[in-house]
Nanobody, 120 residues
Framework: QVQFVESGGGLVQPGGSRRISCSAS????????MGWFRQAPGKQREWVAS????????TYTDSVKGRFTISRDNAKNILFLQMNSLKPEDTAAYYC?????????????WGQGTQVTVSS
């Protein structure tokens, strides 16, 4: 059974940083590209970033390029997202999933997400 458990969210001031994590189970983590998605209130879920299984390639949506960095620990089945220079428009619930480098989510099952709120 596929399960994603996201954690690490919280309240952050504009310009601040946060690292969130996703623990994956039921997925052959080390052989698949993985990605982060987010959903703001009243908006559709959108893709944020993806990383290849071998950690050689990463891709980002334009709005986070240069500010966010995706990484992974294949030994522990954990996906990370380091978020710097956070803006109020980054406020959203963040989710992980198996995903293509182009931003397509593979599973229809989602975790509970972790809420990141950027506000002063």
């Amino acid at each position: 059974q596929v399960q994603f458990v996201e954690s690490g969210g919280g309240l952050v001031q504009p310009g601040g940083s946060r690292r969130i994590s996703c623990s994956a189970s039921g997925v052959n983590f080390r052989i698949h590209s993985m990605g982060w998605f987010r959903q703001a209130p009243g908006k559709q879920r959108e893709w944020v970033a993806s990383m290849s299984s071998d950690e050689e390639r990463d891709t980002y949506t334009d709005s986070v390029k240069g500010r966010f960095t995706i990484s992974r620990d294949n030994a522990k089945n954990i996906l990370f997202l380091q978020m710097n220079s956070l803006k109020p428009e980054d406020t959203a619930a963040y989710y992980c999933n198996r995903a293509s480098l182009g931003g397509l989510a593979f599973y229809s099952t989602w975790g509970q997400g972790t809420q990141v709120t950027v506000s002063s």
